[in-house]
């Protein structure tokens, strides 16, 4: 397996392909071999392509397992600053991630969650877990057999926020070990949402892997980062490697994202241009938690599920027919102009605020010559205005995403000088996606 780029597209032995990537962040500490083999069964059986790992301990959200094998004594390090690396748990991962390539699964690798790095929000919080120099380049010692196999993608960061310049800087240096640990691996950073990629880091990555998190009011953040990142110059992959986790819970609030909320934000996160793929997470999954465990953030995420009941969600279906479409349509890696907005600004201080109503009726169209078209994602009930008119669409396919149906759909005349796309048969959120014999560049609305 040779994991490289093609503009905003990744490929697999030169064939493109959809990122389909679940999240498992403590699986090399908690997962059993037995469990491991299960769980790629059912994964691939459901379609995903990609796991997402840390490497290390997230320590303030994770489950406190029984027979949980960390890479390094968590207890020594906080009660004497004592580091001693954990020679089992970097011989199982390398297992695990060779029994993944074995699947033709890609193993997304964070690195360095800032929680060791000085200077960030979270080792504010907990100083003692600072990794010291000497340490960190232990580490990155016992990391080259698992950050050299061909099936990895490599991150170099968690839940950045950059709030010192020095975080940059570590993480500008941390990039470069790393492309000379395994000059061929594709790197990213995985950041806070309301945060961007700095400039100089932004010269650094192949691909742009960002966070549209959990809060409710941050939703947006998944079609607006995609607009961002997917415009940056050169053009990248871009992935919204965690969108709202399924069963988590609303940023410290009592409601859970359901299958719904999550499918939502990863199909505007595909017509706005984050074409290469997504992320997912079942809550109980990402931290593999069993029951009776204890969880460490619960008035944040909420208590989890069992792995093993969160494993059959049903976002998890949504998700991998979201890859089928964007394979059968040819929508990997396409240039998407999101309601023609030329400016890739992302708002991030302000999206809280946002009331333009573009949630409810994404349209993204096609920039790829010959390939003249585009696609739209709709809530119940609603529909698409279109800067061609009838006579330009060639045709035109819509699925219910609630039945996972095809539904027929009515092209009309619209007063603006465009025509509408709807449909009176769809019982929920609605994806369209069409061809046109021309490309307009005419303002959407």
């Known amino acids: 397996m040779h994991i490289e780029t093609t503009g905003r597209a990744l490929t697999r032995d030169g064939s493109r392909f959809f990122y389909l990537g679940d999240t498992a962040w403590s699986a090399f500490a908690d997962v059993t071999p037995d469990e491991w083999t299960y769980y790629l069964d059912v994964r691939t059986g459901q379609g995903f392509n990609a796991v997402q790992f840390s490497l290390l301990p997230i320590l303030h959200d994770r489950s406190l397992n029984p027979g949980t094998d960390p890479p ?50 979270a080792a504010q919080k907990n100083p003692k877990f600072v990794m010291p120099r000497d340490v960190l380049r232990d580490y990155l010692a016992r990391c080259q057999e698992l950050m050299r196999r061909p099936n990895v993608i490599l991150v170099a960061s968690g839940d950045s926020a950059f709030v010192s310049p020095d975080e940059e800087t570590f993480y500008g240096e941390l990039i470069e070990s790393m492309k000379q640990i395994n000059p061929v691996a594709l790197v990213g950073c995985h950041l806070q949402p309301r945060s961007l990629l700095p400039a100089a ?7 742009f892997v960002y966070q549209s998190g959990h809060n409710a009011n941050e939703q947006s953040l998944g079609w607006r980062l995609a607009h961002y990142y997917s415009s940056r110059v050169p053009p990248r992959p871009t992935i919204d490697m965690e969108p709202c986790y399924e069963g988590h819970a609303f940023g410290g609030l009592q409601r859970r994202f359901t299958a719904e909320d999550v499918r939502r934000v990863v199909w505007q996160s595909l017509v706005a241009g984050a074409t290469a793929g997504a992320g997912y997470a079942a809550h109980g999954v990402w931290q593999w938690h069993r029951t009776g465990s204890v969880f460490t953030n619960p008035s944040f995420s909420g208590m989890p599920f069992d792995w093993r009941d969160a494993l059959h969600l049903p976002g998890a279906g949504d998700l991998a027919l979201c890859r089928r479409i964007a394979e059968t349509e040819g929508l990997v890696g396409a240039t998407m102009i999101l309601n023609g907005l030329d400016e890739p600004t992302a708002t991030v201080s302000s999206v809280d605020k946002h009331t333009d109503g573009l949630d409810d009726v994404l349209v993204g169209i096609r920039q790829d010559p010959p390939h003249f078209g585009g696609l739209a994602y709709l809530t119940r009930g609603r529909q698409a205005v279109l800067p061609l008119s009838p006579d330009d669409i060639l045709d035109v396919r819509g699925v219910d995403l609630t039945s996972k149906q095809p539904v027929e759909l009515a092209v009309r005349n619209d007063v603006g000088g465009g025509c509408t796309l709807s449909s009176q048969g769809f019982t929920g959120d609605l994806v369209v996606s069409w061809n046109a014999s021309t490309r307009r560049e005419d303002t959407m609305t």
């Open 72 to 121: 390094f004594d968590i207890g020594a390090v906080e009660s004497r600053s004592h580091w001693q690396f954990n020679d089992r748990y970097f011989s199982r991962a390398l297992e695990m991630i060779d029994e993944a390539a074995s699947r033709d699964v890609i193993c997304t690798l964070v690195v360095l969650w800032c929680s060791y790095v000085p200077d960030t929000w």
């Open 201 to 207: 880091l932004d010269k650094l990555v192949d691909l």
